[in-house]
């Protein structure tokens, strides 16, 4: 599937969260990501579709946000063709609802038929930590995402690195800046600890006020760049931009502050 531009322009903006990688926090970004764009638009324009057979998306955001729609379509051997094909037939249900947004959380793994469908998508999440146990296999996941887009001719779907349990204060990203040095990806805004978010989004955060407010930082920014980068297609604009190419990966604050 081609996106055209009236699509680009006018359709829903189908966003999965994804890596081959388990344990890199897509299920709390997924959550986090719902409830922090229903701030921003009518959460009834908001689809999210939980493949995970462990659920914590769907259950979570049941009982968090019961007015943001929620498809449970577990992916796993036994049902991967038949759901797959439940979820490229929902993505393309949306696609021209103007103003909509589908966010897909996705299991860990490497199926082939699934990564062909992220493949078709408007932009891609994928949460990683700086450690090499996580950079590894997830350089690893964006050069078969790399490979897709190749075989499609297209600059779709973006690549939105998500660096995830951030220490505090920590500005040296060269260790993933090398490790992503061939691949044509965005470095979207830190987050220092998902589950603390998580935490805070569930009420307990007495115990914890320092990392509540990281928290609640750290998401209010990342909803604001899904907003301005994905959603009002700001992206579209950095990757139309031909000089784009001389460099592969595009620091999200330097582009954030090259934009005011």
Not at 196 to 202: C, I
Not at 238 to 244: A, F, G, L, V
Request: with cysteine.
């Amino acid at each position: 599937m081609v996106l055209s531009s009236d699509y680009i322009k006018n359709g829903a903006k189908s966003i999965f969260v994804a890596n081959v990688k388990g344990g890199v926090g897509k299920s709390t970004l997924t959550i986090m990501l719902a409830r922090a764009l229903a701030t921003k638009m009518r959460p009834e324009k908001i689809t999210v579709i939980d493949t995970d057979l462990q659920r914590t998306t769907t259950e979570f955001l049941s009982a968090s946000n019961p007015e943001i729609n929620i498809e449970f379509l577990p992916i796993t051997a036994a049902f991967e063709n038949t759901n797959i094909s439940l979820v490229q037939q929902f993505i393309k249900q949306n696609m021209f609802k103007t103003g909509h947004v589908v966010i897909i959380d996705t299991p860990a793994g490497t199926s082939q038929r699934l990564w062909n469908l992220v493949g078709e998508s408007y932009c891609v999440l994928i949460p990683t930590s700086l450690s090499n146990a996580d950079l590894a296999p997830t350089e690893s996941f964006i050069r078969s995402m790399d490979k897709v887009k190749a075989r499609y001719q297209q600059i779709y779907p973006h690549l939105v690195v998500c660096p995830n349990r951030i220490p505090f204060g920590q500005k040296d990203y060269s260790v993933m800046a090398k490790r992503l040095n061939n691949h044509d990806v965005v470095i979207g805004p830190a987050i220092r600890d998902l589950a603390s978010v998580r935490h805070f989004y569930n009420g307990k955060t007495t115990e914890m006020n320092n990392q509540s407010s990281n928290a609640y930082e750290d998401f209010s920014q990342f909803g604001d760049f899904i907003d301005k980068f994905v959603l009002k297609g700001e992206l579209d604009k950095i990757y139309n931009d031909e000089s784009h190419l001389a460099m592969n990966i595009v620091p999200f604050e330097k582009k954030l502050n090259s934009k005011k």
